[in-house]
């Protein structure tokens, strides 16, 4: 490739030399069709995993669809329902960005290869990216750019963050 991970890793070298917590999650072409799988990377990361106690039980019955070990650790938890209405999905990506956001110190999260990422993350991403102005939050995301043609999902998020200012691209 050109170089997009390694120059990922090494910022995230730096981030952590400076004190600050990092998460990294990466999709792969054969797991594209796994709802969610970088955002489980990240929930189960040493920046994260540890803060997840600090929220509500209402948001960890929601992050229990996407870690149920949290069942068994947290007993007064109930098992999840399915997602039938907006509302419903509304609360699970909240409880998702509540999860990324509980800590006031400062967060970056890395997920590499977008371009192969499921939509439902990408969807969620746009609300993580919109959930809370004040949060210190920065997702780096990487992507071939020749494998993302217009109607990839990526590119309706892109299009999105530049429409709403809440991106910076760098070509390589």
């Excluded at 170089?3 to 890793?9: D, N, Q, V, Y």
């Excluded at 997602?83 to 999260?109: C, H, N, V």
């Excluded at 939509?119 to 991403?125: D, S």
Aim: charged share 20%.
């Amino acid at each position: 490739g050109i170089g997009k991970t390694r120059l990922t890793e090494e910022a995230q070298l730096w981030v952590a030399q400076q004190g600050y917590a990092s998460a990294y999650a990466r999709s792969y072409a054969a797991e594209g069709a796994l709802s969610y799988s970088p955002v489980v990377d990240w929930l189960r990361s040493e920046a994260i995993r540890p803060t997840l106690g600090q929220l509500d039980t209402v948001w960890l019955n929601e992050i229990a669809r996407l870690l149920p070990e949290l069942l068994t650790e947290h007993p007064q938890l109930s098992p999840p329902k399915s997602i039938t209405d907006g509302w419903q999905r509304r609360q699970f990506f909240e409880a998702l960005a509540r999860a990324m956001t509980i800590s006031a110190q400062p967060l970056w999260l890395v997920i590499d290869d977008l371009q192969w990422c499921d939509r439902e993350t990408l969807e969620w991403l746009h609300f993580l990216i919109r959930f809370n102005a004040q949060q210190p939050l920065l997702l780096l995301g990487t992507y071939r750019s020749e494998e993302v043609n217009q109607q990839h999902a990526l590119q309706k998020l892109l299009l999105a963050l530049h429409s709403d200012e809440r991106i910076s691209e760098i070509h390589l």
